[in-house]
């Protein structure tokens, strides 16, 4: 059995191993790979690996042997699951592996927006705390979360992580999803419409999946209801923000600042209107990456060839 990982890096760029998946076959495995060289690679493989390298209906009819294809994530739109499901290929993906780091890194950047860390470390190496006439000196507005509202959409495994985090910092969570359910709902926990969310939360943070309905639910309409004083978060999926509104938004002074960990095009170009926009941190998609979430998506990536070879199969999205 011949299998393909097409591009590897991201997930292991060196500090984990694929032993155990290469005791299941024959596997060729890359760092990254470039479109006009998907097919050769995939070669007669019959399990294909992909993170980010798209898998098209072209692909799977030019390499007939596949049978499987494996996503390195939980997204995946990079696979067209349509012609994966005339072809007869089990498509699977990783759900679960990141909620952790994803929850966790939410409120590092939240934490970032609200005490801007890194510049005043910046500041005080460049000789600025030794300079202050007196014992303490800050350059931004610092935000204590203790008594504000956090707004979360989307409200599955990592909303829901988002929220305890939320609460232990003494928050009161407002959440918005269709799915939700109103068990869900405590003492510092309401299930809200999205307008009502939009109006009244401090602090609002993406957690819901790309979809048709979803593309482009943070535009200038939903901008406009927001406070002022607001913050928001991405570390869910770039197109879930019309840019270009959000930029405008902040450079006019109507949001007090955005954290993203994502954006449309990745990786970012300098004419992403948030590349320049004011008050608006940019990080490069590594809410899942500490090597914890990594391990666990490698041990459920191979978790889920190892069901399908035994025709259990998990996790599919084909």
């Known amino acids: 059995m011949k299998i393909v990982v097409?591009?590897?890096y991201t997930l292991n760029p060196g500090d984990l191993s694929w032993e155990r998946l290469e005791k299941l076959g024959e596997c060729a495995i890359y760092d990254r790979t470039p479109k006009e060289e998907v097919i050769s690679r995939i070669g007669d493989a019959s399990i294909v690996f992909t993170n980010k390298t798209p898998l098209t209906a072209e692909i799977f009819a030019?390499?007939?042997?596949?049978r499987y294809v494996g996503v390195l994530a939980t997204g995946y739109n990079v696979v067209d699951t349509v012609a994966a499901k005339e072809h007869g290929i089990t498509v699977t993906n990783i759900p679960t592996y990141g909620t952790a780091s994803v929850a966790q890194f939410t409120f590092a950047l939240l934490l970032e927006v609200c005490h801007h860390v890194g510049?005043?470390?910046?500041?005080?190496?460049?000789?600025?705390?030794?300079?202050?006439?007196?014992?303490?000196?800050?350059?931004?507005?610092?935000?204590?979360?203790?008594?504000?509202?956090?707004?979360?959409?989307?409200?599955g495994r990592i909303g829901q992580a988002v929220a305890k985090i939320a609460i232990a910092f003494?928050?009161?969570?407002?959440?918005?999803?269709?799915?939700?359910?109103?068990?869900l709902e405590n003492e510092h926990t309401t299930l809200v419409e999205l307008d009502e969310l939009l109006h009244n939360a401090d602090v609002i943070s993406l957690h819901c999946p790309l979809?048709?309905?979803?593309?482009g639910i943070i535009n200038a309409a939903a901008l406009a209801k927001m406070k002022q004083s607001a913050i928001l978060i991405n570390t869910s999926r770039g197109p879930l923000i019309v840019e270009e509104d959000l930029a405008a938004a902040l450079n006019a002074g109507k949001l007090h600042g955005a954290a993203v960990d994502v954006v449309s095009t990745e990786p970012v170009t300098?004419?992403?209107?948030?590349?320049?926009?004011?008050?608006c941190l940019i990080t490069p998609h590594i809410a899942w990456a500490p090597i914890e979430a990594r391990q666990r998506l490698l041990d459920i990536a191979i978790d889920n060839v190892e069901a399908f070879l035994e025709g259990k199969p998990v996790n599919r999205v084909s």
Not at 62 to 66: K, L, R
């Open 119 to 155: 510049e005043h470390d910046k500041a005080v190496k460049q000789g600025r705390w030794q300079e202050s006439g007196d014992f303490c000196f800050w350059d931004y507005p610092l935000i204590e979360l203790a008594g504000k509202k956090m707004g979360i959409i989307g409200f």
């Open 270 to 279: 300098e004419e992403n209107p948030l590349f320049t926009a004011k008050n």
């Open 211 to 215: 979809f048709p309905e979803t593309e």
């Open 62 to 66: 030019a390499c007939p042997n596949i």
């Open 6 to 8: 097409l591009d590897g």
């Open 170 to 183: 003494g928050m009161d969570v407002l959440a918005y999803d269709h799915f939700a359910d109103k068990n």
